[in-house]
């Protein structure tokens, strides 16, 4: 518990259980640090991987051996696949009891190594404070990840004492993450930007995980260059702005995949060429030359190979290729000017497509799913957190709620959890009180971790609930429509709860919503009342398909469906 | 290609799974594979053999790398280096195949290390190519077990893997 202090902890979240009792005796005794009672250990580690989006500190869960530590495995792959800074202590059986197949006894050092950073079984209670630092340096540094710290009970008994001496620097002789990028390579790469004739900027979670944000917008305004942002790099430039043609990738906006397609040059910030936006790799930027910045070297050159590697932190090498530059693009000759127009040209042509424009129901009343987004957007004046979960609703959110700012946008890419967007709010709205977190979420996903509106009423935490609910299981249903011939199997629900009062069962506000009309009228009184949770039922039309949409298998980027039965 | 990879592990429980696990999680193959600890005892010295395209070795370097307990590792094909492997075989020796079979032995340079009635049980260190071959010769004879180690290895000249 010392060591949690001494780390800066505010906010632990977790469940107790056996194991961990001694633990969480020591938390009744002290006062610093807060612990969030969950319903489901996969709340508690999705409410610190919130926490830990939003604010990019580490997310801190406890829970139990056995059932406790395997309830929590889905939530540390989620932060694990999005690099997302986190410390899981884990309460274990007794020493003399591992490996007896005791009561409550999983392997969870082995249950969740293919999905940690790193991971510690700890053997001598004096070991405790070195492990707990090296735990949350490896999990913020370099890039970040999930860490478990498996701790048997009699390593946690109060008889267990020992001098405590926590340690204030730590070297460790294997790990090393890269501070600066090569110097030579940054020049390459800056001169290879410069001599672009259709230049392409592509920035990812990285940018945000990294805190180089600032440094990528000014480098992109400097430029004048076009750049899309990744589903986990929204908001790492401005949405709103001018130069941003939106996210790329599988559900990318038209202008967004066909520049990308068609570039010479791209540079790819913190981004790692995922298979949902590259469509096939074999296909990927056929006429560009690749210049690539992570802090990770394994993710160089793994699906893409690229032209310039650079390895190091986004920020420090964004900053070392924005001094030099300035001067350089000063220099820019008058045909490297006008070429650069003449890209321009090319992509508001694309760009004129509106791929992402909504057309209102023939009837006036049903409501589609986009213009609830987009109601949603202006209601909060685009400046609420959102987190989402995962289907439809999300690359909904992705597409009709620009960000414009980082960390604002709160979702789970990689892995692609459902039942991740609630608990994420919860985590983000406790790390500010004050600020409108909204969970933009569909009736699928919000019921994989209802039972945590419990969990905001004994907390009271006032997250906006916008539930898009088509009574199907919104994406499985797009693709069994476009690629099994509508053979829904297994994507209807047809025995839903009545959300409005299932939530008033817990003590919140709900409200449901049927027709266009009332939708703007419903949500100004849902946000405006600030200090209660309310959920909002929003019935929408069911048969809504998100496009744009890459055409697979076999598809490049510039292959896309831009509405029903409407090809490239 | 077949690749020697040898890694510099920190000694402690775990390690070696990290490393395996990673192998099978990556769907990245082990031929062989050795390990023990060094003269510094908080080091372990693995050696691994893999089927792998140069893209393929280049990620597994990278992902090895990774791993917190993984302090340095090599890729002895990359350069000159020396390679041996262990095998004991043991062998029906009976009647005339007594003499065949320590014949064999010495073309090779294998070393009897035990002998019964019925049975001879051979020594013999080198590539792997060599072992083979050496499984090839014998094939008249009655194999009653084989065991190797699995591949060490080591870099020619002044180059060396330490912390």
Known sequence: MRCLQEEGVDYVFGYPGGAVLHIYDALFRQKRIQHILVRHEQAATHMADGYARGTGRPGVVLVTSGPGATNAITGIATAFMDSIPMVVISGQVQSHLIGTDSFQETDMIGISRPIVKHSFLVKNASEIPLIVKKAFYLATSGRPGPVVIDIPKDITSPTELFEYEYPEQLIMRSYSPAVKGHPGQIKKALTMLLEAERPMIYAGGGVIQGEGSSELIALTRLLGYPIVNTLMGLGAYPGTDPQFLGMLGMHGTYEANMAMHNCDVLIAVGARFDDRVTNTVAKFCPFAKIIHIDIDPASISKNVVVDVPIVGPVKNVLAEMLETAQARVAKRTKVQASRLAEWWTQIEAWRKLDSLHVTPAADGVTIKPQEAVKAVYKVSKGTAFVSSDVGQHQMFAALYYPFDEPRKWINSGGLGTMGFGLPAAMGVQMAFPDETVVCITGEGSIQMNIQELSTCAQYGLPVKIINLNNRSLGMVKQWQDMQYEGRYSHSYMDSLPDFKRLVEAYGHVGFQVKTLAELDDVLEAAFALKDKLVFVDILVDPDEHVYPMHVAPNGAMDDMWLKKGVRT | ?163
């Open chain 2, 1 to 163: 290609m077949r690749r020697i990879i040898s890694v510099l592990l920190e000694n402690e429980a775990g390690a070696l799974s990290r490393v395996v696990g990673l192998f099978a999680q990556r769907n990245y193959n082990i031929e062989t594979l050795t390990v023990a600890p060094t003269e510094d005892e908080t080091l372990s010295r693995l050696t691994l053999t893999t089927s792998a395209s140069d893209t393929q070795v280049e990620q597994i370097t990278k992902q090895l790398n990774k791993l917190i307990e993984v302090v340095k590792l090599v890729d002895l094909t990359e350069g000159e280096h020396i390679e041996r492997e262990l095998m004991l075989i043991k062998v029906k020796a009976t009647g005339a195949q007594r003499a065949e079979v320590k014949r064999t032995s010495d073309i090779f340079r294998g070393q009897i290390v035990d002998v019964t009635h019925n049975a001879y049980t051979i020594q013999l260190v080198g590539t792997s190519d060599k072992l083979d071959a050496f499984l090839r010769a014998m094939s008249e004879s009655v194999v009653l077990e084989v065991v190797r180690s699995g591949v060490s290895g080591v870099a020619r000249g002044e180059k060396i893997l330490a912390v």
